[in-house]
């Protein structure tokens, strides 16, 4: 609407255009015109003042002036005709011009005048001579006072008034003379005639002074000037008027081609549209209801969802199909958001006409008139009633999943935790050589147990995308020299040779989780031990440049091939089923490093030639951190010593009863065993103790449910300490803010079951 807005504007600037250039044209022409006719009176004036010149050049030869006369009345004439037509034209400046002519044609009626009265006189008395003359020749008696002298002069002075010869003075007195009857009359009307004959000598010359040509030529050439000017505009605003009718045809052409385009383009927008709604509606359920929320439309497709009727939905609100499980924020919410004109979504729970639910994606969008106001609204909306099964299903077996890892870790770890415990009190107590070496055996396979288990549960919250990264700092180079210690007993074993070479680069603080990146270095250097024979070399390089901390691990093992080179990334995937038999592993080692590298956004490749060594290089972005000492590098350098207090362990497991108890009375510890949470809470209710070890897992009621109901009653803030084998990712954190002041997993690790403790009861 707005470009045809801009159509009708244009046409109409463009009408105005043609009409002014119309008018000046027609203006042009008609000032044209009158210079044109106001010359032609120009011409009729010179005509006149030509002809009066003439006049006045034959009145030098003779005495009858009558045409002198009629040419200044016809000069006067034209003089008036041509200053009326002058009037016309107000923009041609000639003032001075006319005014010098007008001034001159004033003064030439004056002489005019005095000619006219000179000529009466002469011709009264020139009349007298030739009635005299006449009688003379016809011998009358009155005219006998005539003779032949006189009448041969009188003769000559009537030819004379029109030859302009007036010389009768001498043949006058000569008449006298001669005794020519009554001669004072004859001579006072040749006098007369004769003064007056001078007279109009004068009048003449005057008359000759005040012709007006000069200024009529030059009236004539502004006339002529302006003529031109008044051509050269009249092409002008011909040219400006046919151009602006070419323009003005030009954009109706264009604006008929674009209108034609448009139609042609909403014919298609309208074909498509027409095709998007037939698609909307057999894929989507559609509805419109009025500003008040009444339902004006719905499509085939709701009345199949819903199982109601098109009449039966007409007119009534879109509550008609609620769910009464959905909460009304939802609702007040839709309202609020859709009045204030945006778009609302959400998924929503319906209900059919035989009540049966139903779920959908549900999109409400308003609908603005051209005054900005909302007219009605637009539901769309999909069902998703499968889908939302799926995921419903898919969150139950991942709760599922979740669970059973949960479970089973903690299953796992609970008879670990009291092999490993036994174990390595059972080998510190020992004296004899044989029996250590099958302790030393129990602990490594249990060592090594744990370590599968960990594998499995990493691996398992890597791909549900529940695995954390912790960043602190640490320092690299005390970091990674802690790091290889703890090979030195491996490598004697293997018969393999261990170099390491740390670049005066690592003599920094960088944040990471180094407890991640240790396992990506001990998975590696593991396995470069294992699969290089005796005698062999591994080599741990590392070093830091431009935010990059730059690992690699050679050895001078096996190999492997390209192919190989493409599985061992994999989870579960080895060299081929001797790997398994020769040197044991899952197959999970590699997947997880490769995994843990990928979330810390770091890269792993390997270079390998079969028969000739392996080259893993990893490279992880890293950055400086503050100059401190990190928990990580932490040298714990103090023995232990006894420690006082009673302990209260809440602890189901009979064997891991005994280990704990074992466990305490080693850092001289008193302590009862409650054997749930309930008998926790009423023990810790009867007795005074100065902490608590919490197990979670437990019958009658669980560790976290036992810790409150403590704290509940507890006025002494005894610390609680969870000790459990639930160290899924997220437990820990779980535990601490259920109000736990303290975490320790099991498998138990002594030195910080005993750091632990000793942090609480030193207070």
Known sequence: MRRYYKMLALFGVLLLFVAASAYQWRTSFAHKENLVFALERLYDVRLADQELQLQLNRSATT???????????????????????????????????????????????????????????????????????????????????????????????????????????????????????????????????????????????????????????????????????????????????????????????????????????????????????????????????????????????????????????????HNIIRHPDMPASVFAELWDTIQHKRVFKATIKNRRKDGESYYVDSVVIPILGLDGEIVEYLAVRYEVTELIKARDEAMAAEKAKDSFFSNMSHELRTPLNAILGFSRLLYNKSGDAHERLQLKSIVESSEHLLALINDILDLSKIQSGKFMIDPHPFHAQQSFFTFVSRFDSYVKQEGVTFRYEFDDSLNVMLQGDWTRIVQVLSNLVSNAIKFTPKEGTVLLKAAYADGMLEAVVADTGIGMSADVQERIFKPFEQADSSTTRHFGGTGLGLSITTQLVEIMHGQITVKSREGEGSSFTVLLPLEAAQEEQSEAVAVETEDFEPLNGTVLVAEDNKTNQMLIGMLLEEYGLAYDIANDGREAVKMFAEKTYELVLMDENMPNMSGIEAMQRIKESDTRNVPIIALTANVMQGDRLRFEEAGMDGFIGKPIDEAKLYKTLRSFLKK
């Open 63 to 317: 005495l009858n002036n009558d045409d002198i006369v009629r040419s200044s009345s016809n000069l006067h004439r034209s003089m008036l005709r041509f200053t009326g037509e002058m009037d016309k034209i107000a923009s041609l400046s000639v003032a001075d011009e006319m005014a010098a002519a007008a001034k001159k044609v004033h003064h030439r009626r004056e002489l005019l005048e005095s000619y006219k009265s000179y000529h009466a006189v002469m011709k009264n008395s020139i009349a007298l001579l030739n009635m005299l003359y006449t009688k003379r020749l016809a011998g009358e008696a009155e005219a006998e006072f005539i003779d032949n002298t006189m009448m041969a002069r009188m003769q000559k002075i009537l030819l004379g008034y029109y030859s302009g010869t007036l010389q009768m003075e001498e043949p006058l007195k000569i008449a006298v003379k001669k005794g020519m009857k009554r001669p004072e009359l004859l001579l006072a009307h040749v006098r007369i005639i004769y003064e007056y004959h001078q007279k109009l000598q004068a009048v003449a010359t005057g008359l000759e002074a005040t012709a007006i040509d000069s200024e009529l030529l030059a009236v004539a050439g502004k006339l002529e000037e302006h003529i031109a000017q008044q051509e050269e505009g009249v092409k002008e605003t011909m040219l400006l008027l046919f151009g602006s009718a070419i323009l003005f045809l030009i954009v109706g052409n264009v604006a008929y081609y674009q209108e034609a385009r448009a139609r042609l383009i909403a014919d298609g927008l309208r074909q498509e549209l027409q095709q998007f709604v037939d698609a909307l509606n057999e894929s989507a359920i559609v509805s419109k209801s009025d500003p008040r929320g009444k339902i004006t439309f719905v499509n085939k497709k709701f009345c199949e969802i819903s199982g109601y009727a098109d009449t039966e939905l007409l007119g009534q609100p």
